[in-house]
């Protein structure tokens, strides 16, 4: 895929460091060779013992928790930074050697640029891993987590379109201020990682009062604080699905609408509709699911659906490596 290949283009430009936790996973093992052989990003494997077999091509970057030379080094530093400081050294040491907590870490301490977990793992110990060790962005009220779907050619672009889900990884029942902050993560990072201006769709089963009810009003709340919030992003709502991603429904129901039919950003009412809908997708239509990312942390640490392929992976390492570089601006407050 055309996009794919621009990922892994623009991040080998960043020569980014990438640790990957699961080195047991024999998917795992395949996109560190997937990205070793295309070069750019330095991969780091986690292996859990050193009995495991791992290719000597590796030349180093492979690295076991419980028995790293720099695992000292991390305890002190997991100590430093808990809130509660009655840690002793020797469950400091216990912790930093767990490969979720070793690899935000290595990422804390600077000797990895960011973390890619969940092939193995639930997201909420991913998650829970991240904040311990890296914690949450100065700008930022929440962690939320998007897919970015790389689905094929609906809208008469040559090849495919890339569309981000959010959230549709992290935050389960969002209320109209926490919806307002996702599509402003979101928006910031679609930018960084996709590199076009989002479009977005706050999405309902109603289109623009077309049906009412609390969870109608929910979406249209969040529309209106981020437009106070972002008004020179294009972004509308509510809108339902089709609306929102096909241009001739959109002109219909939506003529006036700045995003209706062409928007890349859909933001999803609750966990269970965006999770819902990226699984459909991915499984359905074919298309390539990355993530879920986590945006608002203050380094890059992403997670991975434990249905990920070795391609899916490797191009969440390439998302961690941009991530890690790029300077996304602010977009809106």
Known sequence: MAFLQKLAERAAESGG??????????RVREAVLRLRRSGGIEPIL????????????????????????????????????QTKKTLTPEVARRRAADPLIFAGLMVRAGDAD??????????????????????????????????????????????????????????????????????????????????????????????????????????????????????????????????????????QKAPDSPVAGHANVLI???????????KLVERLAGATAIGPVLHGLARPYNDLSRGADPEAIAAVAYVTALMATAAPGRLCG
Request: glycine share 8%; charged share 25%; proline share 7%.
């Open 268 to 278: 999803f009412p609750d966990l269970g509709a965006g999770n819902i809908a990226y």
């Open 46 to 81: 986690l292996m859990p013992d050193t009995s495991l077999d791992g290719p000597a091509a590796w030349n180093g970057q492979l690295r076991c928790p419980a028995e790293d030379p720099e695992l000292d080094r991390y305890a002190e530093l997991y100590r430093q930074i």
């Open 114 to 251: 960011g973390a890619v977990a969940g092939a193995a793992n639930a997201t909420a110990d991913v998650i829970r891993a991240a904040l311990r060790t890296i914690g949450i962005a100065p700008q930022a009220k929440m962690v939320t987590g998007a897919f970015y779907m790389v689905v094929p050619s609906f809208r008469g672009t040559p090849e495919h379109e890339v569309l981000t889900f959010a959230d549709a990884g992290v935050v389960p029942d969002p209320d109209a201020e926490q919806l307002m902050e996702i599509a402003r993560q979101t928006a910031i990072m679609r930018r960084a990682i996709v590199g076009d201006e989002p479009r977005i769709a706050f999405l309902s089963f109603s289109t623009l009062g077309s049906a009412e009810s609390p969870a109608v009003k929910k979406m249209r709340r969040a529309h209106d604080l981020f437009r106070e919030l972002c008004p020179q992003v294009a972004a509308d709502g509510e809108l339902q699905a089709d609306a929102a991603l096909i241009r001739h429904v959109g002109q």
């Open 17 to 26: 460091r990438v640790v990957l936790v699961e080195g047991q996973d024999e």
